[in-house]
T-cell receptor
Framework: AQSVTQPDIHITVSEGASLELRCNYS??????LFWYVQSPGQGLQLLLK??????LVQGIKGFEAEFKRSQSSFNLRKPSVHWSDAAEYFC????????????FGKGTKLSVKP | KAGVTQTPRYLIKTRGQQVTLSCSPI?????VSWYQQTPGQGLQFLFE???????NKGNFPGRFSGRQFSNSRSEMNVSTLELGDSALYLC?????????????FGPGTRLLVL
């Protein structure tokens, strides 16, 4: 069965520092992968997605992610974090077959130090 | 274009009661999915509706049900509420069904069961 693991429950970075959030997936075929962000009391906002092609994907708010099939990873990166990036980040993979339901990781909470 | 809207935003119920949550998808979107978010279990898929029919279902008891109307609006119902049903319920819409469709989330309905 498909699954997603986000190894880091909570990460704290200083404003202006670089960021990398880890995501590992388990899926037999080529996965469709997503990163969403959730601010307190809000729903989920799509940051970026990977379906196929170029393994480096650009998203909104200056985020990017790299798909590495050999490592079953889809890590999210940002070169310089802003205080407004503090939120919870979720990696997700689409369920198998023709179903489109998302399978989420447990999330990584990002705190930003001034 | 207006985003996904969910009503009500907050709800307090007592054990044994039932509750109905509403979701209006983005205009033109025909697929609506529901997810439950709790601190312990994270984000879990409940079900998906398309063309007024349930197309996919997660691993939840029969107390959780839903429906979709001809205008693509959807409702979910939880009967005989239990304390463990306290959660943020998120609705997501996409233009069509399928693995390659991006899901856009609403702000959620926060349900507290006392």
């Amino acid at each position: 069965a498909q699954s997603v693991t986000q190894p880091d429950i909570h990460i704290t970075v200083s404003e202006g520092a670089s960021l990398e959030l880890r995501c590992n997936y388990s899926y037999g075929a080529t996965p469709y992968l997503f990163w969403y962000v959730q601010s307190p009391g809000q729903g989920l906002q799509l940051l970026l997605k990977y379906f196929s092609g170029d393994t480096l994907v650009q998203g909104i708010k200056g985020f990017e992610a790299e798909f590495k099939r050999s490592q079953s990873s889809f890590n999210l990166r940002k070169p310089s974090v802003h205080w407004s990036d503090a939120a919870e980040y979720f990696c997700a993979v689409v369920g198998g077959g023709s179903q489109g339901n998302l399978i989420f990781g447990k999330g990584t909470k990002l705190s930003v130090k001034p | 274009k207006a985003g996904v809207t969910q009503t009500p935003r907050y709800l307090i119920k007592t054990r044994g009661q039932q509750v109905t949550l509403s979701c209006s998808p983005i205009s033109g979107h025909r697929s609506v999915s529901w997810y439950q978010q709790t601190p312990g279990q994270g984000l879990q898929f409940l079900f998906e509706y398309f063309s007024e029919t349930q197309r996919n279902k997660g691993n939840f008891p029969g107390r959780f049900s839903g429906r979709q109307f001809s205008n693509s609006r959807s409702e979910m119902n939880v009967s005989t509420l239990e304390l463990g049903d306290s959660a943020l319920y998120l609705c997501a819409s996409s233009p069509r069904r399928g693995s390659r469709e991006t899901q856009y989330f609403g702000p959620g309905t926060r349900l507290l069961v006392l």
